[in-house]
């Protein structure tokens, strides 16, 4: 839903309209995928630093007053949350001048099958859920955990309570599971979800990202093409994936190739992590500190203004290209994606 003509919108320097707000619920994640954090984990965020439910909301009403008019729900693994169903049913209640947010979520799916039904009748709108690979050697391999059929048992879990469109997340890497590509459709397809083929990003805890060993979006669309007829989408807009519909639908395939083909012009998301850092992008070097503005009796005038001071900064593209691109130095799982 697009913001009402007279609404307060967020808007960077270079025209950008923010609508997309993503928060982080937590840093922990109940896998170890190789490409995101080491077999032992990381140091956590310490429980005093994260924001409180109140603390949330908080910041998430006076972003919707501000346009906000979607909000995701990310991790490490969001669902390890305890209160995930009241973050949803307080968040999915708010209301902007567009009205009330759509609430998402993405989730690895392991607790799915006991969480699909309460968060959906808290408001939940979709989720997105991440399976890297259908063979259990290889998701055992790959997340240093035997639970492939957990992940496979909560997607059924969240197509019986309707939430959707379920989306599949799959990043895609060279000589892991780049072969399963053509397989990962097939099964979207047979079920009726929309896989997205994600390229590795330089967001792993231990730096060691490669794009020699990327796969990038042009290699998937080129296995795809091997086996479906692919027709493009219209209406990208502001969507990280560009999307195409396969054999003439309506099932469709989602490429989000953030680093080979980057969509930074059109961003409008902006991103709050569980210990209430609020990032401009996912790669940003820098963060404004709006836990610090609650914490120190800041009113609802002074969040406003942090986030506007922290969109203020935001650089028209990420630089990975750039010579001198540095990782930042929070992974993924502490960022949120």
């Not at 995930?84 to 609430?103: C, I, K, N, Q």
């Not at 099932?251 to 850092?277: K, N, W």
């Amino acid at each position: 839903m697009p913001p009402a003509a007279d609404a307060p919108l967020l808007v960077d320097r270079h025209g950008r309209v923010h609508r997309d707000l993503r928060i982080s619920l937590t840093d922990r994640c109940s896998l170890r995928c190789t490409y995101c954090m080491p077999a032992a984990g990381v140091p956590w965020i310490p429980a005093h630093d994260a924001l409180t439910t109140d603390e949330l909301v908080r910041i998430a009403a006076v972003a919707v007053a501000q346009g906000i008019t979607e909000i995701r729900l990310t991790g490490g693994e969001p669902l390890l949350r305890t209160d995930v169903v009241d973050v949803v049913s307080r968040l999915a209640a708010l209301t902007g001048p567009s009205g009330r947010p759509e609430v998402s979520l993405t989730t690895n799916g392991l607790r799915l099958p006991e969480l699909a039904g309460p968060l959906a009748a808290a408001g939940l709108a979709r989720v997105n859920i991440s399976i890297d690979t259908l063979r259990r050697d290889r998701f055992r391999t790959l997340t240093r955990r035997d639970r492939l059929d957990d992940v496979l048992a909560g997607i059924a879990a969240a197509r019986a309570v309707g939430l959707s469109p379920i989306k599949l997340n799959v990043v895609a890497m060279r000589g892991v599971n780049d072969d399963e590509i053509v397989d990962l459709v097939r099964f979207a397809v047979e079920g009726g979800y929309e896989v997205r083929f994600i390229e590795q990003m330089p967001l792993d805890a231990g730096h060691v990202w490669s794009r020699v060993q990327m796969v990038t979006g042009a290699e998937v669309l080129a296995a795809l093409r091997s086996a479906f007829d692919l027709v493009e989408a219209p209406g990208r807009g502001s969507a990280p994936a560009e999307r195409w519909v396969v054999d003439g639908g309506p099932a469709t395939v989602g490429v989000i190739a953030s680093v080979t083909a980057p969509f930074c012009g059109a961003c409008d998301r902006v991103r709050l992590t569980a210990d209430g850092q609020l990032r401009s992008c996912l790669f940003a070097r820098t963060e404004t500190d709006l836990r610090t503005v609650l914490r120190t009796g800041g009113d609802d005038a002074a969040v406003a203004h942090a986030i506007r001071r922290c969109l203020a900064g935001k650089r028209p593209g990420h630089d990975i290209d750039a010579p001198g691109f540095l990782q930042p130095d929070r992974p993924m799982n502490a960022i949120g994606g």
